[in-house]
């Protein structure tokens, strides 16, 4: 019986065991509670089929969907140090940063590469909201310079994909520090005449808001995309009033002339493509739009108003006639 006992019982155990399903197998719809297979989400670009919700997609996923047959070469990013401050909270920063790098796959908050998007050549950089919330540190404000120095040197366009939640307080001013140099970083664009066009993901708050994120050439948001520098319970607080409903949304940035175009991630990649070929002075194909059709203009006639009670009559072409008009 001890072959039965520790060979066939086990198999039973095991059969009726349960098995643990994936935590991300399903994805729920925030706004409706829609449960989305997560195969059929990332085919759409993690955007909720029925409802459209925009969901955060990965930094590389977004990269690879960008660029003309997701083919890319990253941009090389000088090393910068760790942890300069031996900072420690509830943990050390320096284990944050490898439980971060576990989580994302990747080495910093932002990723910049350089490819074709419907065949123009283009510098992207993107911004990894699962690396400490996209905070901006050292490592992440070298790694965007790195890549318009890039730009500037091969004549791209630079595409900035902004999704943040600020300054990375672990590295104190060191992380504040990259704000002005990302705005020199803006001002070299400029100088050497190449478009900067931002993209604000959700959510684009803080330091980064403040900075890069607003400075662009053209500003773009996906739609219900949170945009802002401070939160709004701090805000409300503040100024002690009830704000909107959609404030500090991408309807409500667009409806108060803040930024440029709200457009769905499904149509992002064509959008900016087409904004690149004209301001790089390109011939590109222009959406057709139909003319709105103005209202027929009127005859003489109508627009001349007739006399009202008007009594002259016509004088007599001659000395016969002027006889026989009736005398009045």
Not at 17 to 26: A, F, G, T
Not at 83 to 96: G, I, L
Request: hydrophobic fraction near 40%.
């Amino acid at each position: 019986m001890n072959w039965i006992n520790s060979l066939v019982r086990p198999k039973i155990r095991d059969f009726w065991k349960r098995r643990d399903v994936p935590e991300n197998l399903w994805i729920k719809c925030p706004e409706t509670g829609e449960m989305v297979f997560h195969r059929d989400l990332e085919a759409n670009l993690w955007v909720i089929p029925n409802s459209g919700h925009h969901m955060r997609m990965p930094a590389r996923k977004r990269m690879e969907a960008f660029f003309d047959d997701g083919d890319f070469s990253s941009v090389e990013t000088p090393d910068v140090h760790a942890d300069p401050h031996k900072f420690r909270d509830s943990k050390r920063y320096s284990e944050r940063l490898k439980e971060a790098r576990a989580k994302s796959g990747e080495n910093e908050a932002v990723l910049v590469g350089q490819g074709k998007v419907n065949g123009m050549a283009m510098t992207v950089a993107v911004q990894n909201f699962d690396f400490i919330a996209g905070s901006l540190g050292m490592a992440a404000g070298e790694a965007i310079l790195a890549g318009m120095l890039k730009a500037v040197d091969d004549k791209t366009p630079f595409i900035m994909f902004a999704a943040s939640g600020g300054a990375r307080m672990q590295e104190g001013i060191l992380s504040l520090m990259q704000m002005p140099r990302t705005t020199v970083g803006v001002q070299m664009l400029r100088e050497a005449g190449l478009p900067y066009i931002v993209v604000l993901t959700n959510p684009t708050t803080g330091g980064v808001s403040a900075s890069y994120a607003m400075l662009g050439d053209i500003h773009i948001a996906e739609p219900g995309a949170m945009i802002g520098f401070a939160g709004r319970r701090v805000i409300e607080q503040t100024v002690r009033e009830k704000l909107p409903e959609d404030f500090q949304t991408a309807e409500y940035l667009l409806d108060h002339g803040m930024i440029d175009m709200v457009v769905p991630r499904q149509e992002m990649k064509e959008t900016v493509s087409r904004i690149c070929g004209i301001l790089m002075k390109r011939e590109v194909d222009l959406p057709k739009l139909e003319a709105p059709k103005l209202p027929e203009p009127e005859t003489e006639a109508a627009q001349e108003p007739e006399a009202v009670g008007d009594t002259a009559t016509e004088e007599p072409a001659n000395e016969a006639d002027k006889d026989e008009a009736p005398s009045k």
